[in-house]
């Protein structure tokens, strides 16, 4: 029975990636570049269901289709029509976007200062460390010296 498209045959071919069905990618682009959602390409739990119905991809692949398409198909389409100056776009909508290719081209609203930007280590504690550790071997060296003494004086009075 050849009957309804075997789906052994995907699993078979042993790639652990597997691309979606030409036409559900089609239905997620379609979805993606609307307009009533290209604004804002989240689909709501709704719009996943009926996405999940009409592609017959389940909720992980969907998930995992938006967010690289996110940044694979829609970035770079916002940035071409702000470029054009397509003013109905938001720039900001770019915002949570991650992704390579950020920086490439400045959205108009001014330059946004890099995210790389993180404080460099303490360098605090493990300088402390060492500094205890010498006043302790000094420490350690006066208790000596002491111990020495007192034998001394002790071994005087011995004799």
Known sequence: GAQGGEPQQQRARGRSRRELPAHAV????????SPEHFHHPYPTAQDQA???AETGIDKKQLKNWFTNARRRIWKPLVKHKLQQGDTSIDPSILDGIGGSGGGAVDAPGGPRPPAQMAPPPPQGPQHHQHQQQQQQQQHHQHQQQQQQQQQQRWAATQQ
């Open 26 to 33: 089609s239905i997620l682009k379609a979805w993606l570049v």
């Open 50 to 52: 009926q996405l999940m």
